[in-house]
Antibody, heavy 118, light 111 residues
Framework: QVQLVESGGGVVQPGGSLRLSCAAS????????MHWVRQAPGKGLEWVAY????????YYADSMKGRFTISRDNSKNTLSLQVNSLRTEDTAVYYC???????????WGQGTLVTVPS | QSVLTQAPSVSGAPGQRVTISCTGS?????????VHWYQQVPGTAPKLLIY???NRPSGVPDRFSGSKSGTSASLAITGLQAEDEADYYC???????????FGGGTKLTVL
């Protein structure tokens, strides 16, 4: 079955950087677009970014452009998210998710918590 | 402020029917982009409930149904059960933003 396992979260001081990873298994990774979605404590879901199957096409939420970089390594079945210049408002659980046709976020990982203290 | 608008909360008694609405605009739902619905039990990851307006993934009970009209979409839950208590989110694509958009979420309380 589809498994998505995020890692790399933790406590990072404001201004710092972090690289989140997502290990995918149970499906043909290079056949699916992938998303990152985040959720601040007690808040709703916020889409972060999407990457196409071959890694060429990347899309970001407007508020994420410039500091967030999505990438993938199809040889290692791994999705990544590089976040720079972290701010307190970036504190959230970050979910890795598989795309279904029609910009549908089909399968979700369990999430990894990023905390940027004030 | 979310691009897709949902009521913050809704409630119903066991066995009743509730609907959760999602209002968008001409750049997302009204433009013909698919609407999807997710269920999130607190403390867990979201789960896809409805895709493409009205399709259920394998394993989702037929008590859950979706529809779309104009710039809005709705999720209906019939025969409410205690286990349905969760947060529900609608989602679509927005051509003006060139990206995925979510509703703010609706908290369903089963009385």
């Amino acid at each position: 079955q589809v498994q998505l396992v995020e890692s790399g979260g933790g406590v990072v001081q404001p201004g710092g950087s972090l690289r989140l990873s997502c290990a995918a298994s149970g499906f043909r990774f290079n056949g699916y677009g992938m998303h990152w979605v985040r959720q601040a404590p007690g808040k709703g879901l916020e889409w972060v970014a999407y990457i196409s199957t071959d890694g060429i096409n990347k899309y970001y939420a407007d508020s994420m452009k410039g500091r967030f970089t999505i990438s993938r390594d199809n040889s290692k079945n791994t999705l990544s998210l590089q976040v720079n210049s972290l701010r307190t408002e970036d504190t959230a659980v970050y979910y890795c998710a598989r795309d279904r046709r029609g910009w549908c976020v089909e399968s979700w990982g369990q999430g990894t918590l990023v905390t940027v203290p004030s | 402020q979310s691009v897709l608008t949902q009521a913050p909360s809704v409630s119903g008694a066991p066995g009743q029917r509730v609907t959760i609405s999602c209002t968008g605009s001409s750049s997302n739902i009204g433009a013909g982009y698919d609407v999807h619905w997710y269920q999130q039990v607190p403390g867990t990851a979201p789960k896809l409930l409805i895709y493409g307006h009205s399709n259920r993934p394998s394993g989702v009970p037929d008590r859950f149904s979706g529809s779309k009209s104009g710039t809005s979409a709705s999720l209906a839950i019939t025969g409410l059960q205690a286990e349905d208590e969760a947060d529900y989110y609608c989602q679509s694509y927005d051509s003006s933003l060139s990206g995925v958009v979510f509703g703010g979420g609706t908290k369903l309380t089963v009385l």
